[in-house]
């Protein structure tokens, strides 16, 4: 969970409601990512932001999912109108340098939509 | 096919058992090879990070990748209740034009280490 917090930690919500995830990377970092990790599918790679712009979002599943980076140290995932299928842990991971691939994780946010 | 595969298990093995664990992939391009360690309710850590064919040695784990066989493992020696977690495999290929590194993660091998 090193350099990134992420709230809230649970959501629980109902379908159709409005939810948005947010990311505080409180390291240097030059990219940051939004992952999905359910036990079906695993960890799946939604977006990432280099320097704050987003460079690939074709893990985003459907125009409901929205996310948005606007400054370095914050960045919001939302869901509009959520659905059962949404419930999933979702991290957000940054990566501190160009010349690396590490990436470090938050501590993730569990959502459940009824 | 998928990119990266790995056994989800779950493995189980008393305490002081050495542990294998294992991916396999498809795509040639991928160059960089990580383990990620997740404990319960917890965010993936970095435990291994692998460049070139071989192993890579750091106290009781061992990375080992064959790049002519698509293989990679991680291999952890005298195991402790402590390990128990779900083990990730990633990797990464630089993208064209760029130095921009997605990651494609396993589905993770679920490990209990008994007392």
């Known amino acids: 969970d090193a350099g990134v917090i992420q709230s809230p930690r649970h959501e629980v919500t109902e379908m159709g409601q409005e939810v948005t995830l947010r990311c505080k990377p409180i390291s240097g970092h030059n990219s940051l990512f939004w992952y999905r990790q359910t036990m079906m599918r695993g960890l799946e790679l939604l977006i990432y932001?280099?320097?704050?712009?987003?460079?690939?979002d074709s893990g985003m599943p459907e125009d409901r999912f929205s996310a948005k980076m606007p400054n370095a140290s914050f960045s919001t995932l939302k869901i509009q109108p959520s659905e059962p299928r949404d419930s999933a842990v979702y991290f957000c991971?940054?990566?501190?340098?160009?010349?690396?691939?590490?990436?470090?994780f938050g501590p993730g946010t569990r959502l459940t939509v009824l | 096919q998928k990119e990266v595969e790995q056994d989800p298990g779950p493995l189980s093995v008393p305490e002081g058992a050495i542990v294998s664990l294992n991916c396999t992939y498809s795509?040639?391009?991928?160059?960089?090879f990580m383990w990620y360690r997740q404990y319960s309710r917890k965010g993936p850590e970095l435990l291994m990070y692998t460049y070139s064919s071989g192993n890579k040695e750091d106290g009781r784990f061992t990375a080992q990748v064959d790049k002519s066989s698509k293989y990679i493992s991680l291999f952890i020696r005298d195991s402790q209740p402590s390990d128990s977690a779900t083990y990730l495999c990633a990797m990464s290929a630089k993208e064209s034009g760029g130095s921009n590194y997605k990651l494609t993660f396993g589905k993770g091998t679920l490990l209990t280490v008994n007392p």
């Open positions: 932001f280099n320097n704050n712009v987003p460079i690939d």
């Open positions: 795509n040639s391009a991928f160059q960089y």
């Open positions: 991971a940054i990566r501190r340098g160009p010349s690396t691939d590490t990436q470090y």
